[in-house]
């Protein structure tokens, strides 16, 4: 079964901090990882992508990390702010598959 | 470019009865993906129609259906409704499948 495991179930950082979002897959073929934001009452929006030709891509305070032979990819949100408080969702994908999502993770971020 | 729009965005439905949610894609999105989302589940994927043939199934059962009509919108179908099915039904499109997926609000159905 094509499935994407991410941890934490949720998170809690101190404004200023560093959030790290983990995911896990098992379908080699995967080669296509983007990140989803979701705010309460809203649709997952994109976030930021990565393709397993690079081991890294930033994007403002958005980083993620991706370990081919672990087989693992992570987001890093650096500085995180009260408005980085969401749901966040790992996934991944190939060729004219669908997309397979992880289950999330709630970040709360304090000031 | 017009984002996903979807139809309703809220209903409230009574056990055994059916529903019909739509989906407009983005324009020349030809994939239209469907997604049950409920608290501690994640999102779940129902299935993907892709130039009105659908391509991809989840796992939920027969009483979940959808179809994709020739300018790449899409309806999806829910029949003899349970307690179990209120959750936010979201849908998504992109230019191919597994690219970069475009979702709209949801609607966030209600079973009483």
């Known amino acids: 079964q094509q499935q994407v495991k991410q941890s934490p179930q949720s998170l809690i950082v101190q404004k200023g901090g560093i959030s790290i979002i983990n995911c896990a897959y098992e379908?080699?073929?995967?080669?296509?990882f983007p990140w989803y934001q979701q705010f309460p009452g809203k649709g997952p929006a994109l976030l930021i992508a990565?393709?397993?030709?690079?081991s890294e891509k930033k994007e403002g305070r958005f980083t993620i990390s991706f370990n081919k032979s672990a087989k693992q990819f992570s987001l890093h949100i650096m500085d995180s702010q009260p408005g980085d408080s969401a749901t966040y969702f790992c996934a991944a994908g190939s060729g004219y598959s669908t997309l397979t999502f992880g289950k999330g993770t709630m970040l709360l971020v304090s000031p | 470019k017009a984002g996903v729009t979807q139809t309703p965005r809220y209903l409230i439905k009574t056990r055994g009865q059916q529903v019909t949610l739509s989906c407009s894609p983005i324009?020349?999105?030809?994939?239209v993906s469907w997604y049950q989302q409920t608290p501690g589940q994640g999102l779940q994927f129902l299935f993907e129609y892709f130039s009105e043939t659908q391509r991809n199934k989840g796992n939920f059962p027969g009483r979940f259906s959808g179809r994709q009509f020739s300018n790449s919108r899409s309806e999806m179908n829910v029949s003899t409704l349970e307690l179990g099915d209120s959750a936010l039904y979201l849908c998504?499109?992109?230019?191919?499948?597994?690219?970069?997926?475009?979702f709209g609000p949801g609607t966030r159905l209600t079973v009483l």
């Open positions: 990565i393709r397993p030709d690079v």
């Open positions: 998504a499109s992109s230019l191919f499948g597994a690219d970069t997926q475009y």
């Open positions: 379908n080699t073929a995967f080669d296509y």
């Open positions: 324009s020349g999105h030809r994939s």
